[in-house]
């Protein structure tokens, strides 16, 4: 059996968990949508390496965050997650770890395009997880992911951080970026009360949802 | 003028918390008040609408106008003229973010950008056979600004100086948005009874306190003199507890038979969301959907057609019916 979303046919899922009993437990709700795990037991390897072996072998994937602690790959499942989507290869990140470790997913934010909680795991939302990523693809948003060109004022930076505020989204909210989650062409232009632009989806609800691309400065 | 409209209608956009109407008129389009987020944004692309010939902003709240900044930022559509009541006491970094927006346009001559809105303006903003009144505030309050006082001495606010903007066509009113006006501002009304009369009412504040201490009092005048059928509470699940049992209480009691339509669901009324998406709802736009938030969502009329508000009262009520174990609307 396989499923059927837009023009994708999914039959094979890539599981990428770190943890046999969680690996386990995607295996048995991919099966319960007859859908075929392609169970990743690990060690991985560099990202660069391993995503040439992916394409030929899933049609989607399933993935957890934290994988380089315990060795089991030499990457994070953001960025695998990302780098898929961006290759129109459907995966969804199934991790706890959303908000504690939101800097580091906020520089992949954009191309993953769903992220579940691991309790959140069941055949429904997995598969509606899939829609979403294949909508994106097909230039379809949610209104929660649509990047909008909108102003962000910077209100206060250190040696890190820069601190902002997108007056279009909640004003009252002051939203903390690392350096890397902004462009090099704008570090130029970023001082406390300065005014840029970036695409940002500001129909989110939470700041940890939120992305930012394409900066512009003065 | 604008591009000529293929559907004329008014929506009242769900936008969570804050308000934001849509005028489809026959030669073009009028935007009354922006709440936050890019709900409004959506909605002109999802309507295919490429200008908005005409935004006028009630008062310089963040919930009524940060919507304006997300779209003169975003670029999605032209934009013909904004008008606004400046309002210094505010001082704020949003004001100011806003008048950054509109600077930005107005050096390349893309906007008219007028920092005053009051009632003078008749016939100004018509798009086509509906008239656009604006009814509120005075020159001589909006001149006084907030912070200072009116001529009986009590306090103005910004608030108090919202925009009253009421919809008519061929002198038959057709709904009222008066911002977030507040008892000083009720008070200060100088128009005829007639004027403010109106078939719908977006409420004042969304239901909330707005500063007024005698808020049942405040929601019987404003009643009395709106005389309205359909009362809409623009709200956001979860944010400020909107509408107060004790104004939507109200306006049931001062309003026999009133129509309550909130935009979203209120905690108050159910502390759950419902489980699948609801089927009651407009196609339109509605910032709730995707997080199936809504109650009535976006509300529409359509001007072509005898329909009245949509979604349907009926279709609507079943809603509340099933979703909503404690609705504020239904309550003894």
Same mark, same amino acid.
């Given at each position: 059996?396989?499923?059927?979303?837009?023009?994708?046919?999914?039959?094979?899922?890539?599981?990428?968990?770190?943890?046999?009993?969680?690996?386990?437990?995607?295996?048995?709700?991919?099966?319960?949508?007859?859908?075929?795990?392609?169970?990743?037991?690990?060690?991985?390897?560099?990202?660069?390496?391993?995503?040439?072996?992916?394409?030929?072998?899933?049609?989607?994937?399933?993935?957890?965050?934290?994988?380089?602690?315990?060795?089991?790959?030499?990457?994070?499942?953001?960025?695998?997650?990302?780098?898929?989507?961006?290759?129109?290869?459907?995966?969804?990140?199934?991790?706890?770890?959303?908000?504690?470790?939101?800097?580091?997913?906020?520089?992949?934010?954009?191309?993953?395009?769903?992220?579940?909680?691991?309790?959140?795991?069941?055949?429904?939302?997995?598969?509606?997880?899939?829609?979403?990523?294949?909508?994106?693809?097909?230039?379809?948003?949610?209104?929660?992911?649509?990047?909008?060109?909108?102003?962000?004022?910077?209100?206060?930076?250190?040696?890190?951080?820069?601190?902002?505020?997108?007056?279009?989204?909640?004003?009252?909210?002051?939203?903390?970026?690392?350096?890397?989650?902004?462009?090099?062409?704008?570090?130029?232009?970023?001082?406390?009360?300065?005014?840029?632009?970036?695409?940002?989806?500001?129909?989110?609800?939470?700041?940890?949802?939120?992305?930012?691309?394409?900066?512009?400065?003065? | 003028?604008?591009?000529?409209?293929?559907?004329?209608?008014?929506?009242?956009?769900?936008?969570?918390?804050?308000?934001? !109407? %849509?005028?489809?008129? $026959?030669?073009?389009?009028?935007?009354?008040?922006?709440? #936050? =987020?890019?709900?409004? +944004?959506?909605? *002109?692309?999802?309507?295919?609408?490429?200008?908005?010939?005409?935004?006028?902003?009630?008062?310089?709240?963040?919930?009524?106008?940060?919507?304006?900044?997300?779209?003169?930022?975003?670029?999605?559509?032209?934009?013909?003229?904004?008008?606004?009541?400046?309002?210094?006491?505010?001082?704020?970094?949003?004001?100011?973010?806003?008048?950054?927006?509109?600077?930005?346009?107005?050096?390349?001559?893309?906007?008219?950008?007028?920092?005053?809105?009051?009632?003078?303006?008749?016939?100004?903003?018509?798009?086509?056979?509906?008239?656009?009144?604006?009814?509120?505030?005075?020159?001589?309050?909006?001149?006084?600004?907030?912070?200072?006082?009116?001529?009986?001495?009590?306090?103005?606010?910004?608030?108090?100086?919202? !925009? %009253?903007?009421?919809? $008519?066509?061929?002198?038959?009113?057709?709904?009222?948005? #008066? =911002?977030?006006?507040? +008892?000083?501002? *009720?008070?200060?009304?100088?128009?005829?009874?007639?004027?403010?009369?109106?078939?719908?009412?977006?409420?004042?504040?969304?239901?909330?306190?707005?500063?007024?201490?005698?808020?049942?009092?405040?929601?019987?005048?404003?009643?009395?003199?709106?005389?309205?059928?359909?009362?809409?509470?623009?709200?956001?699940?979860?944010?400020?507890?909107?509408?107060?049992?004790?104004?939507?209480?109200?306006?049931?009691?001062?309003?026999?038979?009133?129509?309550?339509?909130?935009?979203?669901?209120?905690?108050?009324?159910?502390?759950?969301?419902?489980?699948?998406?609801?089927?009651?709802?407009?196609?339109?736009?509605?910032?709730?959907?995707?997080?199936?938030?809504?109650?009535?969502?976006?509300?529409?009329?359509?001007?072509?057609?005898?329909?009245?508000?949509?979604?349907?009262?009926?279709?609507?009520?079943?809603?509340? =019916?099933?979703?909503?174990?404690?609705? *504020?609307?239904?309550?003894?």
């Amino acid at each position: 059996m396989s499923l059927q979303i837009a023009s994708h046919e999914i039959r094979h899922v890539l599981v990428v968990e770190d943890n046999p009993g969680a690996r386990e437990g995607y295996q048995y709700t991919l099966e319960d949508m007859d859908l075929e795990p392609v169970l990743e037991m690990g060690p991985l390897g560099s990202l660069d390496a391993y995503i040439s072996t992916v394409a030929g072998r899933c049609e989607a994937a399933i993935c957890d965050h934290h994988l380089k602690e315990s060795g089991y790959a030499g990457f994070n499942g953001a960025k695998l997650v990302a780098e898929m989507n961006s290759r129109r290869q459907p995966a969804v990140l199934c991790t706890a770890w959303e908000e504690a470790v939101v800097d580091e997913i906020r520089l992949f934010r954009k191309d993953i395009p769903c992220l579940l909680k691991p309790g959140e795991f069941d055949p429904e939302s997995f598969q509606r997880a899939l829609e979403v990523c294949i909508d994106e693809f097909r230039g379809h948003f949610q209104p929660s992911r649509y990047p909008s060109r909108t102003l962000v004022r910077v209100e206060a930076v250190d040696q890190d951080n820069v601190y902002v505020v997108l007056p279009g989204w909640n004003p009252q909210e002051v939203i903390r970026l690392t350096r890397a989650a902004i462009s090099p062409d704008v570090h130029l232009y970023i001082e406390a009360g300065a005014r840029l632009h970036a695409r940002v989806n500001i129909g989110a609800e939470r700041q940890d949802e939120l992305y930012f691309d394409q900066w512009e400065g003065k | 003028m604008g591009a000529i409209v293929a559907k004329r209608k008014l929506a009242i956009l769900d936008v969570g918390h804050g308000n934001c !109407a %849509v005028l489809q008129d $026959s030669n073009g389009v009028v935007v009354i008040d922006a709440g #936050p =987020g890019n709900a409004l +944004e959506m909605y *002109l692309r999802e309507q295919e609408i490429r200008r908005v010939d005409v935004v006028l902003i009630s008062h310089a709240d963040q919930d009524h106008l940060g919507g304006l900044i997300a779209l003169l930022a975003s670029r999605a559509v032209e934009i013909g003229r904004v008008r606004l009541n400046t309002d210094s006491s505010k001082g704020s970094k949003i004001w100011d973010d806003l008048l950054y927006e509109l600077e930005l346009l107005d050096q390349d001559n893309r906007l008219d950008f007028q920092p005053f809105l009051t009632r003078e303006d008749k016939g100004a903003y018509d798009q086509g056979s509906i008239e656009i009144k604006v009814l509120a505030p005075s020159k001589y309050l909006a001149g006084r600004g907030p912070g200072s006082r009116d001529r009986h001495g009590r306090r103005i606010l910004t608030n108090s100086l919202s !925009a %009253v903007i009421r919809l $008519s066509e061929k002198g038959i009113p057709l709904a009222l948005f #008066p =911002g977030d006006l507040d +008892e000083v501002g *009720l008070e200060n009304l100088d128009c005829s009874a007639d004027d403010l009369r109106a078939p719908l009412l977006v409420f004042p504040h969304h239901g909330g306190r707005a500063g007024t201490s005698e808020l049942k009092t405040f929601v019987r005048e404003l009643c009395d003199r709106v005389r309205p059928a359909k009362v809409i509470f623009s709200i956001g699940r979860g944010r400020y507890g909107t509408p107060l049992l004790e104004v939507v209480s109200a306006v049931r009691e001062h309003v026999e038979g009133v129509w309550i339509a909130c935009t979203q669901l209120s905690e108050h009324c159910a502390s759950e969301l419902p489980k699948v998406h609801p089927k009651h709802l407009n196609r339109e736009f509605a910032q709730g959907r995707e997080g199936r938030k809504c109650c009535a969502g976006t509300l529409v009329i359509d001007l072509d057609r005898a329909e009245g508000l949509l979604p349907i009262h009926g279709d609507h009520q079943a809603f509340i =019916g099933l979703a909503a174990p404690s609705a *504020l609307c239904r309550r003894v």
